[in-house]
């Protein structure tokens, strides 16, 4: 068992607060923190600390399958989606061979790995995730006078690609904007309440596609201990709130929107999935007492959530590689004394977690067994 000091990322989108109360820091903070890494992914390897010194994980753990992350988004995300292992593989080495250097503004695909992620949320939590049935969006298309000229577009298929090719969407995002801001405030559940949030994020947000996906996508409101699955294919965008995030150890995004950031729109309509449902909400299944499973196909990782009351005391046994991320309360792992924020890593281990004087709140990444 090795007490484990993560790595912050000061993302733009950041928040200020969330991530350093979690991690004990006093006063307000300078830089936004977007993200917090617990993980051996080299461009933020966490540190672990036992008797041999400080030790990068990344040395100790090389073959970690997965990284695990604790986000905060004040500002929302890119809207975005992940390629399978065959389409990363193959734009790897496409990539490769066509000599775009791996930290080029153009590149897509920085290794071959695919990067399905799962997340459980911390606070009230707003998100797009996939396409909202194909009924829902002619509704939506109807209702919005900006959108007349999509309206023929006879299928899902059809209207992205109208969406992506449109040669001036400034011809619709303009009055759209125009109107929005004239009619003033709505709530979070109307799309355009996060049109003007991006808005007031993103200076170009008039020639911004993504403009359009903040309708075409189903707006998800999570509460704490609800999550999503994000597999290979599905448009999502992180548009507000703190969630405990765990995926494959990649780096590969492809973005539709939202972003100053290349926009590959031929890569993006070869690898987008056009199925359109309500996203399933993740509860956990329960798999004993205070504990819950966010079960994914994922072969890579698996999310647990771990509640334990006032001085109680749970032994357990790390399968393979464990991370165990104390959110709430205080408690000795393995007999290391940790604070809310805290973390450490075990491997093929027995152990016990010792609550104490208030309740316990960890989350678990692992790998599933099979
Ligand atoms: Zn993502």
Redesign the pocket.
């Known amino acids: 068992m090795l007490l484990l000091e993560g790595r912050v990322q000061h993302y733009e989108w950041g928040g200020y607060a969330f991530i350093p109360a979690l991690l004990g820091r006093r006063g307000k903070a300078r830089k936004p923190h977007a993200e917090y890494w617990l993980g051996s992914h080299p461009n933020g390897s966490a540190i672990a600390r036992g008797e041999g010194g400080r030790v990068p994980l990344i040395e100790i753990a090389p073959d970690l399958p997965y990284l695990l992350k604790v986000l905060d988004a004040r500002q929302m995300l890119s809207i ?3 390629p399978n292992r065959a389409q990363a593989r193959r734009g790897f080495a496409a990539e490769n061979a066509a000599g775009i250097p791996l930290n080029a503004p153009t590149r897509n695909y920085k290794d071959a790995n695919h ?1 399905p ?1 799962v997340h459980v949320a911390l606070t009230p939590f707003w998100m797009l995730n996939g396409f909202r049935p194909w009924p829902q969006i002619v509704e939506i298309l109807d209702a919005v006078p900006e959108f007349r000229p999509l309206r023929s577009a006879k299928s899902l298929r059809a209207l992205v690609r109208r969406i992506l090719t449109l040669p001036e969407p400034t011809r619709i995002l303009e009055p759209l904007l125009a109107r929005l801001r004239s009619e003033g405030a709505v709530s979070r559940q109307d799309p355009g309440y996060w049109v003007l949030r991006a808005a007031e994020t993103f200076p170009s947000a008039a020639q911004d596609r993504g403009i359009f996906f903040l309708y075409l996508l189903n707006l998800v409101a999570l509460q704490p201990g609800q999550g999503t699955y ?1 597999p290979a294919g599905v448009l ?1 965008a992180y548009l507000e709130g703190s969630t405990v995030e765990l995926m494959a150890n990649s780096d590969n ?1 492809l973005r539709a929107g939202l972003t100053s950031k290349h926009v590959d729109t031929r890569e993006l309509l070869r690898t987008i999935s056009y199925a359109g449902e309500a996203p399933p909400i993740l509860k956990g299944e329960p798999a004993g007492r205070g504990i819950r499973v966010y079960r994914t196909p994922s072969t890579e990782f698996e999310l647990t959530r771990i509640h334990l009351s006032v001085a109680s005391t749970r032994r357990r046994v790390a399968l393979g590689p464990v991370i165990l991320l104390l959110t709430e309360g205080e408690a000795r792992i393995g007999g290391i004394p940790l604070h809310r924020g805290q973390a450490v890593f075990a491997r093929d281990e027995a152990y016990a977690i010792e609550a104490g004087p208030s309740k316990v709140e960890i989350f678990q990444a692992s790998v599933p067994a099979r």
């Open positions: 975005q989606t992940h990067k992620e994000q999502h995004v």
